[in-house]
T-cell receptor
Framework: DIVMTQSPDSLTVSLGERATINCKSSQSVLYTSYNKNFLAWYQQKPGQPPKLLIYWASTRQPGVPDRFTGSGSGTDFTLTISSLQAEDVAVYYC?????????FGQGTKVEI | EVQLVESGGGLVQPGGSLRLSCAASGFTFRSNWMAWVRQAPGKGLEWVANIKEDGSENFYADSVKGRFTISRDSPQNSLFLQMDSLRAEDTAIYYCARAILQAAGAFDIWGQGTMVIVAS
């Protein structure tokens, strides 16, 4: 199985400041023949199901604010929230779909 | 409206069985990979199982392999999870999720979840 490890487990950011979440996979999730990284990011607020933010490591899902940016390739990825808003308080997960056994990171809690 | 609605959760004794259902609407169900994802109380997300668009292939997390069976009925727009030999550690909210066409494996539509409690 591909193990996804996020860091940090939690972070506290002031309103309007930048939040950076890291995700590392135990093996590369870059499919070289497609030149795509099979990596997604989700946001989950309390009592709600997760919401897809980013797929292919950097493609924003329609409707997602452009303050959310995904970057990275191979085994190291980052989700950046450029200017944290109150509504961004949530737990964020990365997920790989490189093979047929999809796995999530343990989650990163973002607080203000 | 694109929607997934789970049902079938509840309280079951260890060693027991339960069958979860997920009713899909608002999209062409037979076009998408589908999956079950669970979340134990206060814990993170765990992918459980997935199934190909035509139901010809399915895959399971090691934690449930041999005990859970995923299936789909495309004419009825339904996804199922048969859970046997349940353990306390299977206690969780079980979400049904749709994988997007552009990137099978990234989930754009989720149900609200159904709670499964395994306890005596």
């Amino acid at each position: 199985d591909i193990v996804m490890t996020q860091s940090p487990d939690s972070l506290t950011v002031s309103l309007g400041e930048r939040a950076t979440i890291n995700c590392k996979s135990s093996q590369s999730v870059l499919y070289t023949s497609y030149n795509k990284n099979f990596l997604a990011w989700y946001q989950q607020k309390p009592g709600q199901p997760p919401k897809l933010l980013i797929y292919w490591a950097s493609t924003r899902q329609p409707g997602v604010p452009d303050r959310f940016t995904g970057s990275g390739s191979g085994t190291d990825f980052t989700l950046t929230i450029s200017s944290l808003q109150a509504e961004d308080v949530a737990v964020y997960y990365c997920q790989q779909y490189y093979n047929s056994w999809w796995t999530f990171g343990q989650g990163t809690k973002v607080e203000i | 409206e694109v929607q997934l609605v789970e049902s079938g959760g509840g309280l079951v004794q260890p060693g027991g069985s339960l069958r979860l259902s997920c009713a899909a609407s608002g999209f062409t169900f037979r076009s998408n990979w589908m999956a079950w994802v669970r979340q134990a109380p206060g814990k993170g997300l765990e992918w459980v199982a997935n199934i190909k668009e035509d139901g010809s292939e399915n895959f399971y997390a090691d934690s449930v392999k041999g005990r859970f069976t995923i299936s789909r009925d495309s004419p009825q727009n339904s996804l199922f999870l048969q859970m046997d030999s349940l353990r306390a550690e299977d206690t969780a909210i079980y979400y049904c999720a749709r994988a997007i066409l552009q990137a099978a494996g990234a989930f754009d539509i989720w149900g609200q979840g159904t709670m499964v409690i395994v306890a005596s």
